[in-house]
Every structure is written in structure tokens, then in C-alpha cells.
């Protein structure tokens, strides 16, 4: 099946740092790409739809300064959480998906980034 | 209103028990419906999809969706301790690349053997 890496897996920083998500796509290339966060015991939220080559859309209440999304190619994504807080910390999932012919496009997910902020 | 309702659980059984898992939602134009099972501090991967009202079977997995009642359900048989994770219900208006997913809080499970 198709798989989706993200790297690191975990990073702890000091308050005030920025700290950069790769997502990458392994063996397939991802027209859309996605990008979630999920705090303890709650579900996915979505950030950030991202397209590549063009900006990326986020959604009600995310603030898209902070979370910066670079989309630069079919097999990358990235996520950098800008001058992190400890509120910042979470678990952050992306995942990748490829347009195709049939009626449902399937999401596939990365194994998340677990960001904690001193 | 949550876009998507799901008791959180946790839910225990014995090994060899049938699970039933379910989730509400408000908005009739969700179209397609998703269960996904998430280990701890992995990514969710999916189980299983159904499109509009229906059942969808697979292996041990069955999938339930009635639009007339906004109620979908997972139908786990013969339970094993390996299923123990979280599963998340999804849904989304369309199958399109772009159509983001709305999950569920998910519902721990833990089978015990």
C-alpha cells in the first residue's frame, strides 16, 4: 500500500524556536496533502489543505503565520510551527492523497510528530 | 453541535466478543463514511469505507451506514487482542482528492485476551 513518512518522529524545543515537519509521500506522488493536529483523547483536527505549487488553505481559527506549509513538490510537504509555545504542543499527523479515476480518493496517513515545547 | 459524535469509551471485552462501535452526525450531505483504526502514537489507517446507506463487509470488519437515522456503525467479530487501538469514525461530503475528512473523537478499545 501506499506509505507516507514523516520525520522526526518526536522533538522537544525551548519556547520560542521554530521547528520544521518533513511529510513525505514514498511511492506514490500526492496531489493534495494534509495536515492535522490531535491533542490527548481528542480526535484529528484539520489545519491545512495543501496543493502543490500553490498556498495552502487553512481552516477557521489556524492561524497560517504560525503554521507555516510549503508544498514544493508532489512528494513533500512541510510544517513549520513558528516560535512554538508550550500550547503549541501536540501530536501533528499529515497525510497525502493522489486524484484518480475512482469516486474515493483514499487518504493515507504518516505515523505523526510528536512536538513538545518547553 | 460536533460535526461528528462518537463516545469516547474506553470499551473492554473479552477476546472472542463481538465489538460494536458507532458514531452520529448532523449534516445529510456527507456521502462517504469511514472507519479508521489508530494505534497509540501511530497514524490512523484505514479499515474501511462506504459510500451512502448500506452494509460493507470485510474479514472480521463490517460497516454500517443508514443516512435516514445519521448513524454509522463498526461490527467487529471474533474480537483478538491485536484490534485493541482506536477507531476513529470520518466522514466527508465528497470523494474527491480535496474533500477533507471529519473525524470522530474516537473510541478506545481494549480486547483482553
Known amino acids: 500500500g501506499a506509505v507516507v513518512s514523516q520525520h522526526p518522529s518526536w522533538v522537544i524545543c525551548k519556547s520560542g524556536t521554530s521547528v520544521k515537519i518533513e511529510c513525505r509521500s514514498l511511492?506514490?506522488?500526492?496531489?493534495?496533502m494534509f495536515w492535522y493536529r490531535q491533542f490527548p483523547k481528542q480526535s484529528l483536527m484539520l489545519m491545512a489543505t495543501s496543493n502543490e505549487g500553490s498556498k495552502a488553505t487553512y481552516e477557521q481559527g489556524v492561524e497560517k503565520d504560525k503554521f507555516l506549509i510549503n508544498h514544493a513538490s508532489l512528494t513533500l510537504s512541510t510544517l513549520t510551527v513558528t516560535s512554538a509555545h508550550p500550547e503549541d504542543s501536540s501530536f501533528y499527523i499529515c497525510?497525502?492523497?493522489?486524484?484518480?479515476?475512482?469516486?474515493?480518493?483514499?487518504?493515507?496517513f504518516g505515523p505523526g510528530t510528536r512536538l513538545t515545547v518547553l | 453541535q460536533k460535526e461528528v459524535e462518537q463516545d469516547p469509551g474506553p470499551l473492554s471485552v473479552p477476546e472472542g466478543a463481538i465489538v460494536s462501535l458507532n458514531c452520529t452526525y448532523s449534516n445529510s450531505a456527507f456521502q462517504y463514511f469511514m472507519w479508521y483504526r489508530q494505534y497509540s502514537r501511530k497514524g490512523p489507517e484505514l479499515l474501511m469505507y462506504?459510500?451512502?446507506?448500506g452494509n460493507k463487509e470485510d474479514g472480521r470488519f463490517t460497516a454500517q451506514v443508514d443516512k435516514s437515522s445519521k448513524y454509522i456503525s463498526l461490527f467487529i467479530r471474533d474480537s483478538q487482542p491485536s484490534d485493541s487501538a482506536t477507531y476513529l469514525c470520518a466522514t466527508t461530503l465528497g470523494g474527491g482528492a480535496t474533500n477533507k475528512l471529519i473525524f470522530g473523537t474516537g473510541t478506545l478499545l481494549a480486547v483482553q485476551p
Open positions: 497525510s497525502a492523497r493522489v486524484a484518480g479515476p475512482t469516486s474515493y480518493n483514499e487518504q493515507f
Open positions: 462506504t459510500y451512502s446507506s
Open positions: 511511492d506514490f506522488q500526492a496531489t493534495t
